[in-house]
């Protein structure tokens, strides 16, 4: 079950476990700390292994950025497609953008996987054992569901 948490601890629980962590971030950022604001959603699954960050880009289109511990690793798959469900169920949100850095092998398919397509690169944008990456951008929109 998805759940909307307003609960840092859980929150940076998650982000900042070891080994999720380093995934998630460049090499210029040091801690997370959970931004906790009206606008932006985050969803967990029941067992608190699993994050989803939403943040709007505008009135119908949002960015999400995925976490998830070590434990629902090769497993998230549930937890993501939930999510997406949750949040176009009780959203305004039409569009749902990710971007993952292209070295992120297990993300690229796990977005792959539940639906997102490829709509894009963004050149040298992601800064990694201080070396630039590009990140591919996906999106789903709310039309797409059916492929889930």
Not at 64 to 85: L, Q, S
Request: aromatic share 10%; net charge positive.
């Amino acid at each position: 079950m998805i759940q909307r948490c307003i609960d840092p601890s859980v929150i940076s629980g998650i982000i900042n476990h070891p080994k999720v962590y380093d995934f998630l971030t460049d090499d210029n950022i040091k801690n997370h700390i959970p931004v906790i604001h009206p606008s932006i959603i985050y969803l967990v699954d029941e067992t608190k292994q699993g994050v989803i960050r939403v943040d709007p880009m505008n009135s119908i289109s949002c960015y999400v950025h995925i976490a998830t511990t070590p434990t629902m690793w090769g497993n998230g798959h549930k937890f993501v497609k939930d999510a997406i469900e949750w949040g176009f169920k009780n959203t305004q949100y039409l569009k749902i953008v990710a971007i993952v850095p292209v070295y992120n092998k297990e993300t690229l398919k796990l977005v792959r996987d539940v639906g997102f397509k490829e709509e894009g690169i963004c050149t040298r944008s992601f800064l990694k054992n201080w070396k630039l990456h590009d990140q591919i951008i996906f999106g789903l929109n709310k039309g797409d569901m059916s492929c889930l």
